[in-house]
Every structure is written in structure tokens, then in C-alpha cells.
């Protein structure tokens, strides 16, 4: 188990890990990955296993960071999207054992510097474990996400039970995929209808009949269909 060390300021180790990663990069991966994300964000052209790795390393070499919370908003204030990826994945290790409030920063990080990438992670690994630790705030962060226009914070709302299996909330699940049918950002009725998809893994048959009753964008039931 590696323990905060103390030592490091947030933003010292926030330039730090921007130095490592620094060392090992690939201005031509960077131009690819920067190309696959249409240009929103600048690389090191880090591939994610050796990002990975490369956490692990500056990890057990400075530990984890006292002040988490105060840290990955330093790494997230830089412009490099692998930082952003170590800083969502540093929040994604220490998920179960989070305060409640830190739903608070997970809402930032949804809504600053916001693509699908981070996204789909954000909802599943942290809102969703964040949600299961701490069932009494999901109806309160679930009405706001949908209320806010905000299509990532919506995307949220539907993706967060992703991988809860027979923990899901169908009723939840269910309502919000009706709530949302007539939006017309991509993002969230592909959303609807990958929810859709991963909860039939568990209950096929309830998840077909929804969508034969239902009035879906034809994406949404494309994909909440893919399978059958």
C-alpha cells in the first residue's frame, strides 16, 4: 500500500508528473491522438500501457499526494490529457474510500475540459462506485445532472450504473432513458442506448421490451439493440 507522503506541494507534484511524463514522449502519437480527439487537448503521445506504467512508477516513487482533492485539480489546470487521464485514474484508486463531498470535484471534472474520454470514465469508475458507497446522495446528484443542460453531466446520469449488473436501478435506469429521448445531442442518445445495451447483458428481455415500447431516436435503439 502506498501512503501519502506529505512532502510535495499540489501543484510541485502536479509539474512533476508533467516533467516525467514529459521524458517519455512521442511528438508523432502525440499528432495521432491528437487528430482522434478532433484537436481538443495536446499530448505526449503516450500510449495508455505505458502511461499506465509510468503512474505506477511516479506513484510508488512520490507516493500518493496528501491533498488529493487539491492535486488533481492542479493536474487537471494542465493542458497534457495523459495528466488529465493520471489524475481521474489517481481519484478511480482512491474511489471506495472517498468522503461524500467529493462527488463535488467528480461534477468539475465532468465539466472542464469535457469529451467523451473522460467522461466515460469519470461516470462509471468514480460517480459510479462514489454513488454505491453512498446510495442516499444518488437521487439528489441524479435530478441535478439531468436538470442542468449540461449534456455531459447528463451523459452521467445515464452511464454511472454501467457496471452494476444486477445492482442496477432499472426503474431509474428506465425513467431517465425516457426522459432523455427527445434530446438531440449525439452523445446522449448514444449514451441511451449503450446503457440500454450493458444492462441487457443482465436482463435481456426486460431491456427489449422497453425499447419496443418506447419512443427512442433510432441511434439510441440501434444501440440498446446491438446485440440481439
Known sequence: ???????????????????????????????????????????????????KQLGKQFIKQHGLPADVEATVRELWKLPQREVHYFAQELCGKLAKKAPPERLGLYEELITTHSWWDSIDYISQHLCGVHLLVYPELKTKAVKKWVKSNNIWLMRTALL????????????????????????????????????LRQYARTEPRRVKEFVEKTALSPLSRKEALKHF
Request: hydrophobic share 45%; with cysteine; glycine share 6%.
Open 1 to 51: 500500500m502506498v501512503k501519502n507522503t506529505g512532502i510535495m506541494t499540489p501543484k510541485a507534484y502536479a509539474k512533476a508528473l508533467q516533467g516525467f511524463f514529459a521524458q517519455n514522449a512521442d511528438a508523432g502519437e502525440a499528432q495521432g491522438m491528437a487528430d482522434y480527439m478532433k484537436n481538443r487537448f495536446v499530448f505526449f503521445g503516450i500510449k495508455a500501457p505505458l502511461r
Open 160 to 195: 454511472f450504473q454501467m457496471p452494476y449488473k444486477k445492482q442496477t436501478d432499472e426503474k431509474l435506469l428506465f425513467d431517465l432513458c425516457r426522459e432523455m429521448a427527445a434530446e438531440e445531442d449525439f452523445f446522449v442518445r448514444k449514451a441511451i442506448g449503450w446503457a
